[in-house]
């Protein structure tokens, strides 16, 4: 099996993070982004919605969107389970990753995208800021950390939140906001896990490729 996409990306870091506590990120390839680019010919050929991650089954059958592959993976790599056996936390789960992708991330690449560029659209970030603001409204609203996102061990929702928190930070460090400063229980979830082996293999991967991708524009820039 391929795994296509980049570190980068939260929703690639989040079945990354799965595999990597399964034990199994070896049963799978990382070929990256085909023709190194999102819109690629070769890309959508493979993937007509045009996004990564989108996982290889067999030989041009292709199965995109994050949570679709980390379920994949679950039925095939059952153990550890990565969803509590207790249905209220494992709804708990669901809910976190949902709420994520509906509300929060797409907006969240967004504003890093805008962020991050010299002369920012000030009325646009702000737009997206706030849209992200209700996104983490809901989930802090929902949210009972314990050890772990739900409950005492590591579970999907971990994988999830991870980047989420990543880019946090990158919005953070290019913006000057702490786009968590009202939500409290997020806030503490941070400071709890920021040391575990998992959020740091999260964190490093993501600096690593945000590295790359930025090498590589600085590349483009000189060559245009
Ligand atoms: N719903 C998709 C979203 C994936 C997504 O938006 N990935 C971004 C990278 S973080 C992407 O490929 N963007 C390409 C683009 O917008 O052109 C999923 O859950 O996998």
């Not at 009325?123 to 949210?143: N, P």
């Not at 999907?156 to 913006?175: E, N, V």
């Not at 920021?194 to 820039?221: C, I, Y």
Request: aromatic letters at 8%; charged letters at 25%; hydrophobic letters at 45%.
């Amino acid at each position: 099996m391929k795994l296509f996409g980049a570190h980068l990306s939260p929703y690639f870091e989040r079945v990354w993070l799965q595999l990597h506590l399964k034990g199994q990120t070896d049963a799978v390839d990382y070929p990256g982004v085909p023709g190194n680019a999102l819109r690629s010919p070769e890309h959508l050929a493979h993937n007509p919605i045009g996004r990564i991650p989108y996982l290889e089954l067999a030989e041009g059958e292709f199965l995109p969107e994050a949570q679709v592959i980390v379920e994949h993976f679950e039925r095939l790599f059952p153990e550890p389970a990565l969803r509590p056996a207790d249905p209220p936390h494992a709804a708990r789960v669901d809910l976190i990753c949902r709420v994520l992708d509906l509300y929060v991330l797409p907006d969240m690449i967004l504003v890093a995208r805008l962020a991050s560029q010299p002369d920012p659209d000030r009325a646009a970030l702000g737009d997206k800021l706030r849209s992200i603001q209700s996104g983490i409204g809901y989930l802090e609203h929902f949210f009972a950390a314990q050890d772990w996102a739900v409950g005492d061990e590591p579970t999907l929702a971990d994988c999830a939140l991870i980047p989420f928190l990543f880019f946090a930070g990158l919005i953070q460090k290019s913006g000057g906001m702490d786009i968590l400063a009202d939500a409290p229980k997020l806030g503490a979830y941070r400071a709890l896990i920021a040391d575990s082996d998992l959020a740091r293999t999260g964190f490093d991967n993501m600096a690593r490729s945000l590295d790359q991708v930025r090498a590589a524009e600085a590349k483009a820039r000189g060559q245009g």
